[in-house]
């Protein structure tokens, strides 16, 4: 079976830094996306990573260790409209395309 | 605009009477997918495609049926609806060109409850 975890809640403060971890135990691996999803909308992509490292990309950041079966995304100077949820999600098709998402981690950003 | 549609947008039904939520996307994207999303459960796939004519269960097949047969629309069927896919379905489709590494658009979703 597939098994991806992430926190529930996380809060943090604007202008902070704040790291949302996410671990997966896949059939399969062939790359990790993060999805934003504020409440009562569509998902929206923020990142992918196939090679262990970190993509970076403005504010946003995300990193793949695939040997621990690990990533994080890494949001800095957070802004309020930074509050929504966010979805680790696990491509564990081999020669499909097969998302696995996890429960997603609840980011408030509290002035 | 590039975009991913669904509709109805919004629907209240009755336990058996058939339904169909539609889906299409104007981005000639070979890869399309459907998702439920319930509290505490996340989103799960119900069934994803390839391409025309190509479709495959995902994790939560049960009781819904899809079809690909033009490259844009990718409709989600349920036969016989159940209190239990009272949810919100979210439509998506993606390049597989990149094999399997593009993002993923989303419809804007499609709040479902059944009686």
């Known amino acids: 079976g597939q098994n991806i975890d992430q926190p529930t809640e996380m809060t943090a403060t604007e202008g902070a830094i704040v790291q949302i971890n996410c671990t997966y135990q896949t059939s399969g691996f062939n790359g990790l996306f993060w999805y934003q999803q504020h409440a009562g909308e569509a998902p929206t992509f923020l990142s992918y990573?196939?090679?262990?490292g970190l993509e970076e990309k403005g504010r946003f950041s995300s990193f793949l260790s695939r040997s621990k079966g690990y990533s994080y995304l890494l949001l800095k100077e957070l802004q309020m409209k930074d509050s929504a949820s966010y979805l680790c999600?696990?491509?564990?098709?081999?020669?499909?395309?097969?998302?696995?998402f996890g429960k997603g981690t609840k980011l408030s950003v509290i002035p | 605009e590039a975009q991913v549609t669904q509709n109805p947008r919004y629907l209240i039904t009755v336990t058996g009477k058939k339904l169909t939520v539609t889906c299409s996307q104007n981005m000639n994207h070979e890869y399309m997918s459907w998702y439920r999303q319930d509290p505490g459960l996340g989103l799960r796939q119900i069934y994803y495609?390839?391409?025309?004519?190509?479709?495959d269960k995902g994790d939560v097949p049960e009781g819904y049926k899809v079809s690909r047969k033009e490259k844009r629309n990718f409709p989600l069927i349920l036969e016989s609806p159940s209190p239990n896919q009272t949810s919100l379905y979210f439509c998506?489709?993606?390049?597989?060109?990149?094999?399997?590494?593009?993002?993923?658009?989303f419809g804007p979703g499609t709040r479902l409850t059944v009686l």
């Open positions: 495609s390839m391409n025309v004519e190509v479709t």
């Open positions: 990573n196939v090679l262990d």
């Open positions: 998506a489709s993606s390049l597989w060109a990149s094999g399997g590494a593009g993002e993923q658009f």
């Open positions: 999600a696990v491509n564990s098709g081999a020669g499909s395309y097969q998302l696995t």
